[in-house]
């Protein structure tokens, strides 16, 4: 390396440096959502991976444009939200994912548009207090909920809460592992709550730390108060309409 030269500074798990990363970020958990993502882009311009993480970054309708595979949890989330932003400091983020409902009235495959998250989690307590809200930026969430119009997607716009794990922690009963707390998803309906995921409230939270502008649209995969949940037909579909909203979303917030 010649005398001044600053060698380039990569993330430890992300495997990405300065310069990789666009100012606007889809996060996806699943990795083969990610290639679905970027196979909407014009151009990829780079591509890294590191055990479930994957990014690419490339050009969407003449706009740069990042995607992150998280993988689950907000403990992933955690990882990918910190190590962006030391790449720049001027990040958007938004999530696209799966959810599932927790109003009667909320069907297979229709988005939801999360405002804040409740933080069941325990992540982001290393970070801020109990009572420290988990809130969407207002500029995404009206970005998105534009967008959901633009497209025609059927959607709700509420409340989401975010729990640390699957089974246990949004009160699934598996045989030989009761959950502690038998009806999580009613209880939390009934306050108004309108889905349950595992990443949005660790999002929000570190974008809120760390100055960024963050929202989250997740599709919906289970219906839990009908004990309905989505086939492979309504899976895909959900899956297309939320990414559309997302990359409509982004694609506003970077013309205005």
Not at 68 to 77: A, H, K, L, Q
Not at 109 to 120: I, P, Y
Request: charged share 25%.
């Amino acid at each position: 390396m010649r005398q001044g030269a600053r060698k380039r500074v990569r993330q430890y798990h992300l495997g990405v440096g300065g310069g990789d990363v666009a100012p606007h970020v889809i996060l996806v958990g699943d990795p083969a959502r990610a290639e679905i993502v970027a196979g909407r882009f014009e151009k990829r311009r780079g591509e890294w991976r590191h055990r479930e993480f994957v990014t690419i970054s490339g050009v969407y309708h003449g706009l740069e444009m990042t995607v992150t595979g998280t993988g689950i949890g907000p403990d992933n989330m955690e990882i990918a939200v910190i190590e962006l932003s030391q790449c720049r400091k001027d990040l958007t983020l938004i999530r696209v994912g799966s959810c599932g409902a927790l109003q009667r009235d909320i069907r297979l495959g229709d988005l939801v548009v999360s405002t804040a998250a409740v933080r069941l989690e325990n992540t982001t307590s290393f970070f801020v207090p109990e009572g420290f809200p988990a809130v969407a930026s207002f500029e995404v969430t009206q970005a998105l909920v534009e967008a959901c119009r633009q497209t025609r997607a059927r959607h709700h716009v509420g409340i989401t809460a975010s729990a640390p794990g699957f089974y246990g922690a949004q009160s699934r009963h598996v045989p030989g592992f009761p959950p502690r707390f038998a009806d999580l998803p009613g209880d939390l309906g009934r306050l108004g709550v309108l889905n349950f995921e595992m990443e949005i409230s660790a999002l929000f939270t570190l974008a809120s730390l760390g100055g960024h502008r963050a929202g989250a649209v997740c599709a919906v995969y289970a219906q839990r108060p009908r004990r309905l949940f989505a086939d492979a037909r309504q899976m895909k579909q959900g899956e297309a309409r939320a990414i559309e909203a997302g990359l409509a979303a982004l694609e506003s917030l970077a013309r205005r």
